[in-house]
């Protein structure tokens, strides 16, 4: 469900004008500088933020804005001088750019620039050019251009999965990247075919910029194609093309997988997974990719890697229709790699989605590991990766529908924790900031600082990486850790194609009842156990990075001891509504931990 389908399902207002231009702000604030919090710190920097904001700051502009005295601004600055500069309009940066470039062949050089900038209006210093040139240059080839993009970076035959974009767009240095995927459902004309940016940073673009997208789509009054260039990408290398712009444009393939395992072999000791998988008293490992692109990765680096039996990847061939399944990773659609591990031949097993950015771990004989718990588990363990022993854990984070279970190992390692709303991208805010190493959500999604996106593989080799340390099957250790932080049940039920305006009616009547001012403090039982209300609300969050403030976001009814209720509604278009229950029961008794969490005790 995406956070935008569920704002909308349960009444939130629209933005404001205020709230759309801070948004814009901020979306270029991070293009920049990849976090809000970060300081302008120079005339030039000033210069290029303005510039991604959409204004076009003369001289005597930004003399205004950073005179003698000043030493940095702020966020709050920025979005002051943002309100008082008018926006630039595309054919005005075109005809500035067509007076500098003084020989027409749709390059600035660095003697045109000078030329301009040190003869003509507010006259510029030799030494002021030099440094604007230099910050413009990006790729270091003497010429800066406008109006196209000049180096394409694409996955070998065209697969590379989110977590790997996200790896090559923050290892490039990228200005983004755009993923086309539809996810766990089927593509093609008659399925789901979706686009993602992801910015600078690496992860999803935040709601500024997918805004600022929208509204120039619907100026849009044509657009032009390239019919006769052909890319070959099952050939890794460089490829030139002349088209109709200002410059070749450059089209590099590149391995899909080698970036993303280079990152990943500076997280984990390869050495002790190696010795895992593949020593003299190795486990078996069945990994099922279901068709999407993931594949490759698992046989790269899992088979050929680290050692692991190639008999143990099944799926691994992309296909663009799945193999006619649902690469959805959980009980129901991962039914194959549930009924082999119930043989009891395999020690760990994993199943990942389309995009090889969510994942579900299976121990021996097929215990599950509940995605909630398995976050929890990694931040409990989390000193048996190397990369965390380097950079200390920042604090951890989960989505608001996620259970407990990561609150609990929070609170005893005195660890920071945050609950955000549903969407990677409050995640990724509070990573650029500093603040968060590790996080998860209940929708089989987990994920760190590294990139800035939830990685399928990377939980995977976490859990390798626990295994190996603590040299205990996944049943021994998920039992453990219940037993040292309790246990929260969890399961989550989706009732689908519910008629919207009873679905609505039914929402409403639930905020009635919850927000009377005797339900607080009243008393429910289940079998022996009692619960009582201590929150009911619709769940809001502040960011503590930017201050935005996100409503509506579920009904929470949180009871004394943790345990929680939530309703979440969504979808409410022509094929109708969809209600998600989600109920989160804390238990800590030793003897009622190991139960089945969608049986009810005592029946």
């Known amino acids: 469900m995406s956070l935008q389908a569920s704002s909308q399902s349960i009444g939130m207002q629209k933005c404001t004008d205020e709230e759309t231009f801070y948004m814009h702000c901020r979306a270029a604030y991070l293009t920049v500088f990849r ?25 005597a502009t930004l003399n205004k804005h950073w005179t003698p005295s000043t030493t940095k601004l702020n966020f709050d600055d920025f979005c002051e001088i943002v309100k008082n500069e008018r926006p630039t309009e ?21 003697n ?45 035959n065209g697969i590379m999965s989110t977590p790997a974009v996200s790896c090559v767009i923050r290892k490039l240095k990228a200005v983004g990247g755009i993923i086309l995927t539809a996810s766990h459902n089927p593509g093609g004309p008659k399925g789901d075919f979706g686009i993602k940016y992801n910015i600078a940073s690496g992860g999803p673009a935040p709601e500024g910029i997918t805004d600022k997208i929208f509204q120039i789509s619907k100026s849009l009054t044509e657009y032009h194609i390239c019919p006769d260039l052909k890319v070959d990408i099952s050939k890794i290398g460089k490829q030139t093309f002349e088209v109709d712009t200002f410059k070749p444009m450059t089209v590099e393939i590149v391995d899909s997988v080698e970036s993303y395992a280079e990152m990943l072999r500076g997280i984990f000791d390869f050495n002790a997974l190696k010795q895992l998988v593949s020593g003299a008293n190795h486990i078996k490992v069945r990994l099922d990719a279901m068709h999407g692109v993931v594949g490759p990765y698992v046989k790269k680096i899992v088979c050929e890697e680290l050692g692991a039996a190639a008999d ?63 976050v929890a588990i990694i931040a409990a363990n989390i000193t048996c990766i ?49 603040k968060l190493s590790l996080c998860g959500e209940e929708s089989f999604g987990t994920g760190s600082d590294h990139i800035r996106e939830k990685d399928g593989l990377w939980a995977v080799l976490a859990w390798m990486s626990i295994l190996a340390h603590r040299k205990q099957s996944v049943e021994e250790i998920m039992k453990d850790h219940w037993n ?18 009873k679905a ?15 339900f607080v403090g009243q008393k429910f039982s289940s079998g022996d156990k009692s619960y009582e209300v201590a929150v009911s609300d619709n769940f809001a969050y502040t960011d503590p990075v930017d201050g935005s403030v996100s409503k509506n976001q579920g009904l929470r009814i949180v009871f004394s001891d943790g345990s929680r209720i939530i309703f979440r509604l969504s979808g409410t278009g022509s094929a109708g509504a969809t209600v998600r229950l989600y109920i989160d029961s804390y238990e800590k008794d030793p003897a009622k931990i190991y139960g089945d969490a969608q049986v009810r005790p005592g029946g």
């Open 35 to 59: 976090s809000s919090l970060a300081s302008i710190s120079s005339k030039h920097q000033l210069c290029r933020v303005l510039q991604q904001a959409g204004r076009n700051p003369s001289q």
């Open 312 to 374: 143990g990847a099944f799926n691994c061939v992309p296909k663009e229709d799945f193999g006619g399944h649902h690469p959805d990773p959980n009980l129901t659609y991962a039914s194959d790699l549930v009924n082999a591990m119930k043989g009891g031949d395999y020690d760990l097993g994993a199943a990942f989605d389309g995009d090889g950015d969510r994942n579900m771990v299976l121990g021996k004989h097929g215990f599950f590991v509940n995605p909630s718990d398995s």
């Open 484 to 501: 040292k932080f309790g246990r929260n049940f969890f399961t989550r039920y989706d009732y689908e194609e519910v008629d919207s305006d």
């Open 386 to 434: 190397p990369y965390f022993q380097k950079t200390g854990v920042k604090g951890l984070a989960r989505s608001m529908p996620t259970s407990g279970a990561l609150d609990n190992v929070a609170k005893a390692l005195k660890m920071n924790l945050y609950e955000t709303p549903t969407g990677w991208k409050f995640f990724g805010n509070l990573m650029d900031a500093g």
């Open 90 to 110: 595309v054919h005005e940066l075109m005809r500035a750019f067509r007076k500098m470039d003084i020989n027409g062949d749709g390059y600035i050089s660095h």
């Open 504 to 518: 609505n009616t039914m929402i409403k009547e639930l905020e009635a009842k919850m927000f009377d001012k005797s």
């Open 112 to 156: 045109e620039l000078h030329i301009v900038l040190t003869s003509r209006g507010e006259k510029m210093a030799a030494k002021e050019v030099d440094a604007i040139f230099s910050l413009a240059d990006t790729n270091k080839d003497g010429k800066l251009d406008y109006a196209e993009i000049g180096h394409l970076v694409i996955g070998q």
